[in-house]
C-alpha cells in the first residue's frame, strides 16, 4: 500500500513500476515461446529420426488452435433468398467477361470475391495452420474428381495422383500443371505449397520418401480443398488481381502483335 501510495505521489516511481511490470511480462512470454520451441524441435527431431517426415506443423497445430478466438464455426450458408434474374446476369456477366475485353480501369479497380471461409478454414488457408492429422474429411477418400481450392476454386489435383500414405493427411503424388507454388516455408527448411491463383496455403510437399514412382508427397490439409465429383461440372475459378492483371497484359500484348501483323500486311500490301 506504502508503495503504492508512494508510486501514485512520485510520477517517475509510476512510470518505473510500470515499466518493470513490462519487462517481467515479456520474459516470461518469451521463456514460454522457448519452451515450446524446444520442445517442438524434439518431437521433429524424433520424427526425423524415425525416417518419416511429417507435417509437423500439426505438433504447432493444437497449440495454436488455443489461440483461436472461440471454437471453429460452422460455415454460414448464405441466406436462402435468390437473386433476382437481373442480379443473376449481371453477376454472370462480371463473371464471364472475357479478360482481353476488359478496361484498364476495370483490370485496376478489380476486387476477387473469394469463397466465404470459416474460422478453421481461414486458420489452415489464411494463416498457414495445419488441420490435426487423421481428422481431414478427404484423408482416406478414393472417389474420383478433382480437387480445387477451397478459396478461389483452382482445380489444383485429380484423384488419379492420389495415394495412401499413411501419414494422416490426403497425399498426392504429382499435382496439376501451374497449379501449385512452392516457397521455402517460415521454418527454413521444408517446402510450403501454396494455390497458384489466391497464394492459400495447401500444405507441403516432401521428396525422395520413396512413397510412388514419381517419388513426391503432397501433404494437404483436407480443408484447403474441395473435392468436385467425376461427371460434374467446376465451378468458375475466382481470379486474383495478379492472375487477371498477368493474363490482360498478355492479352494487350497479343492484340498489340496482331494490330503490327495486320499494318505490316496492308503495308506490304501497298508496296505491290
Ligand atoms: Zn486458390
Known sequence: MRSTRQAQENPELMEAQSTIQQHVALDSDAAT?????????????????AGFSLCTTDLFGQERNADQEGPPQ????????????????????TKTKDVSEMTEEEVNSYEPKYNKLNTE?????????????????????????????????????????KFHSNCGWPSFDDEIPGAVTRALDADGYRIEILCSNCGGHL??????????????????????????????????????????????????????????????????????
Open 121 to 161: 478454414e481461414k486458420y489452415v488457408i489464411q494463416k498457414k495452420g495445419t488441420e490435426r492429422a487423421f481428422t481431414g474429411k478427404y484423408t482416406d477418400t478414393k472417389a474420383e474428381g478433382t480437387y480445387i481450392c477451397r478459396q478461389c476454386n483452382q482445380p489444383l489435383y485429380r484423384s488419379n495422383d
Open 203 to 272: 500444405g507441403h510437399v516432401f521428396e525422395g520418401e520413396q512413397f510412388t514412382v514419381k517419388n513426391t508427397r503432397h501433404c494437404v490439409n483436407s480443408i484447403s480443398m474441395k473435392l468436385i465429383n467425376k461427371n460434374k461440372d467446376l465451378p468458375e475459378v475466382i481470379k486474383s488481381r495478379e492472375t487477371l492483371l498477368k493474363e490482360w497484359t498478355e492479352a494487350q500484348e497479343k492484340k498489340r502483335e496482331e494490330a503490327d501483323k495486320a499494318t505490316k500486311q496492308t503495308e506490304s500490301g501497298n508496296g505491290r
Open 33 to 49: 515461446e522457448n519452451l515450446a520451441l524446444t520442445n517442438r524441435r524434439r518431437l521433429l527431431g524424433l520424427a526425423v529420426a
Open 74 to 93: 460452422e460455415e454460414t450458408k448464405p441466406e436462402a433468398t435468390k437473386p433476382s434474374d437481373k442480379e443473376k446476369t449481371a453477376a454472370q456477366e
